[in-house]
């Protein structure tokens, strides 16, 4: 099965619900959305696009985006997807190491591709406002047959293609319907995810695009979010932890009834405050990677005082039970999985070694995080595995660390085998901030002006920095 039957059956069934709302307002039905997916899928086909064919997509989230997916998918063509904090060199990164027969993308960037090597040679060039008379055929794949490539987002070295199949795409669609299925007639989801639009197209919820720079997530205002917001008259909110600290000093818009994050930590200190603001509003965690997701969730806003008090007490963080879906254990303490959604390995075989485990059948896949489970069969994250020093887990300490006097933000890291916590906030509290983390027991104590973020999402510590930082000390 095409992992676009979902959307054409929803279509189907509802052809005059708004299916998009762009950037900018512009609107869409799913009826519309198909119609127009299915003549520019024609359109390729009429510029020697098929079944297996590569092609570098570099649009921006929005209805041309979302057209132009399904109508790749239409024609059993692999999507390709550069790794976007990367800008440039992603770009360029992605054309180098798949080698792409077209390239979909705008005037603009059709220009640009022109500059560098990688890019100009590809050989065909589709523009997102092709159009043809009628569309064509839906072409049959099979599970195995290859829909999209993307990219890790580089944080631990150079970024990895992951090759997901139409099979793999659909198992992830199914995992993901416990947490994002609507439960309320009439859902708009704020999407800041552009991978998760996919999802809501599948189970015909109206996805609405963020306003503001996606690169930037720490750089939009609480007023403009709810702008956004009010616009649109979203219900849901999927978006990164950033966002969610953004929003937690007051109310949300009445439409809104949960808020979903993931991509990133969400620390007790943060969801409590949000909580404690937007009464009512549910708040849901996810917890997974880009080989593997989702791995665990949690509505967090039902976790009890108990649950509390673990984490701020150098439990680590909660992240749910596993979804059904998913098999979890731990290797020397490092959270591993597998299941019909996770990766089971690289475009380049030779970086399986890396994060794949093979076991017969069954490929395992490392997540790099260390982790338990709580007796109530809960996860609870504790942190990067690279990031573990002297006994200490980086989110057992980070977690306490914030609800000290003057802290605003917390990292830990194990930097040539020493502890070292590195705090923003009001430096005049150095000394006590030292006492406390003598609990810990031998900790460096560093003061930043600010904790240096993911370029992704902007809500997850960028530990290569902080080591550049701690060298120029």
Request: aromatic share 6%; glycine share 10%; charged share 25%.
């Amino acid at each position: 099965m095409n992992l676009i039957d979902d959307f054409l059956k929803r279509a189907g069934e509802h052809p005059d619900r708004l299916a998009l709302i762009d950037r900018s307002g512009k609107t869409i039905t799913y009826g519309g959305l198909e119609r127009r997916s299915a003549r520019l899928a024609a359109a390729f086909a009429g510029r020697g696009i098929g079944k297996g064919d590569r092609v570098l997509v570099a649009v921006w989230p929005g209805i041309a985006l979302y057209a132009g997916l399904a109508a790749l998918w239409r024609l059993g063509a692999v999507v390709e997807f550069p790794e976007p904090a990367m800008g440039i060199a992603g770009f360029r990164h992605a054309a180098k190491v798949t080698t792409p027969k077209a390239l979909l993308a705008g005037v603009a960037v059709q220009a640009l591709a022109m500059a560098w090597p990688e890019t100009r040679r590809i050989p065909i060039g589709l523009s997102p406002a092709l159009d043809a008379a009628s569309g064509g055929r839906l072409a049959e794949v099979a599970d195995a047959d290859p829909a999209l490539i993307s990219f890790t987002s580089g944080s631990t070295g150079a970024p990895k293609a992951i090759e997901r199949s139409h099979g793999l795409m659909r198992a992830q669609h199914t995992a993901l319907a416990s947490i994002v299925a609507p439960r309320e007639c009439g859902d708009i989801d704020l999407v800041a995810f552009p991978a998760f639009v996919l999802t809501c197209l599948g189970h015909g919820i109206t996805a609405a695009m963020p306003d503001w720079n996606l690169k930037r997530h720490d750089r939009v205002s609480r007023s403009a979010l709810l702008k956004r917001i009010a616009s649109t008259g979203a219900t849901r909110l999927l978006v990164p932890p950033v966002i969610v600290a953004t929003l937690a000093d007051g109310r949300l818009p009445a439409s809104v009834h949960r808020v979903m994050t993931g991509g990133g930590p969400l620390y007790p200190d943060v969801a409590r405050r949000f909580l404690h603001h937007a009464p009512g509003v549910g708040l849901t965690v996810v917890y997974g990677s880009t080989e593997a997701e989702p791995i665990a969730f949690a509505e967090v806003d039902g976790f009890d005082e108990a649950t509390w008090n673990a984490a701020a007490s150098g439990g680590g963080l909660p992240v749910g039970r596993p979804v059904r879906e998913v098999d979890l254990r731990f290797v020397d303490g490092e959270i591993v999985v597998a299941g019909p959604h996770v990766n089971r390995g690289y475009l380049d075989p030779s970086r399986d070694r890396e994060t794949k485990i093979i076991d017969g059948t069954t490929v395992w896949h490392r997540t790099g995080d260390a982790g338990r489970l709580d007796a109530e069969d809960r996860l609870w994250l504790l942190g990067r595995q690279t990031s573990v020093s002297g006994g200490l887990r980086p989110f057992a300490i980070e977690t306490a660390a914030r609800m000290w006097p003057g802290v605003t933000a917390a990292a830990f890291a194990a930097i040539d085998d020493t502890p070292v916590l590195f705090l923003a906030g009001d430096a005049s509290r150095m000394g006590d901030w030292r006492d406390r983390a003598r609990a810990f027991g031998e900790v460096e104590i560093v003061h930043l002006p600010a904790i240096p973020m993911d370029r992704r999402h902007r809500s997850k510590v960028d530990v290569r920095r902080l080591h550049k930082l701690y060298a120029r000390i």
